[in-house]
């Protein structure tokens, strides 16, 4: 065994404690049981294993890709143990934290001027295509709209999710950061059972929900749930396989993490609050029911210990809200 082969067939648990008093069960699935602590190394080592298959890459050759969070450290993770060189483009905010992270990897960075329009060829999501155009042996991953990203989650998260309930799904609710998670977990469960309902929950400044909807597009604007939400949309948001999207503010789903560590003892990012925001709207509207909700721990809180666990971080997020 080597370290990718413990990617995935990560736990799932019924939650004891929080949300029972809507008379569901409610199941998370702790993906920071993977090797860097998140979902994401499922789909760095997927992506990347279905482009050596297509003959897209092989060791020795670069990729690339635009991502300073879990996506970043999954695919440095991969590229060293397969042998590839790996640049990473991150916007020129990031935080140092983050920063040392990832040049910890030993990985080049390269820093995306966040003043340019979205448009530009250098601005953050455009540079790494940009960069792969001009130079030979470099691929460009591109989580947002590669199809194996979906494929990943279906053919390893939504199966796992279906065995591990013993069959016995009635919603699955997830964040939307490129819509893989969504829509592969939801086309591995709805083949398994159409009437399984599967429910994305997107940030107040992200354009998913709309997108989704076919509306017009809002203006983006910044919010606080890092992982989730996007300021454009991905075609990895695939409408067949999701069958509702529920819109939040990002502070009810940070009040929700400290609740879960509180009734549980589970140490959650994020997206987390996001999923269980989600998980108990769906709860309340279904009081009582008996149903079977799933849902994703996507990664450990220990990440965010300068954010979400810090109270004076917190205070001024809470108070730009009022």
């Not at 300073?68 to 060293?80: K, P, Q, R």
């Not at 609710?173 to 997107?202: F, H, R, W, Y």
């Not at 009734?263 to 959650?268: A, C, L, S, V």
Request: glycine share 10%.
């Amino acid at each position: 065994m080597n370290l990718l082969d413990t990617v995935g067939n990560t736990p799932l648990i019924k939650l004891q404690n929080f949300g029972r008093e809507y008379g569901n069960n409610i199941y998370v699935k702790l993906e920071y049981f993977n090797p860097t602590n998140s979902l994401k190394d499922r789909i760095a080592k997927g992506m990347i294993e279905a482009a050596e298959e297509k003959g897209l890459i092989k060791p020795g050759d670069t990729i690339i890709e635009n991502s300073s969070g879990n996506t970043a450290t999954g695919l440095a993770m991969v590229a060293i143990q397969k042998g590839y060189n790996l640049i990473l483009v991150v916007r020129d905010t990031l935080s140092i934290d983050k920063r040392r992270v990832l040049e910890a990897f030993g990985i080049k960075l390269i820093f995306s001027d966040s003043s340019l329009p979205v448009d530009h060829p250098m601005a953050y999501h455009n540079l790494p295509r940009t960069y792969a155009a001009e130079h030979k042996g470099v691929w460009f991953c591109n989580q947002h709209d590669n199809i194996d990203n979906p494929m990943t989650h279906y053919h390893t998260t939504g199966k796992e999710i279906w065995e591990q309930t013993n069959q016995k799904v009635d919603v699955f609710i997830a964040g939307m950061g490129t819509g893989g998670t969504l829509s592969g977990i939801g086309k591995a469960l709805k083949e398994k059972n159409p009437d399984v309902q599967i429910i994305g929950v997107d940030p107040i400044g992200s354009v998913f929900k709309a997108h989704y909807y076919q509306e017009e597009l809002p203006t983006p604007h910044s919010h606080h749930l890092e992982g989730i939400g996007n300021a454009f949309p991905t075609t990895n948001i695939i409408r067949e396989y999701i069958d509702e999207v529920l819109e939040l503010k990002d502070t009810d789903a940070l009040k929700l993490i400290r609740e879960l560590i509180k009734t549980e003892g589970i140490i959650g990012g994020p997206s987390v609050g996001a999923n269980l925001w989600g998980v108990l709207e769906v709860s309340k509207r279904n009081r009582g029911k008996n149903l079977n909700i799933v849902t994703l721990i996507g990664d450990t809180g220990y990440k965010y210990t300068s954010t979400i666990f810090n109270d004076e971080w917190l205070e001024k997020v809470f108070e730009k809200q009022n």
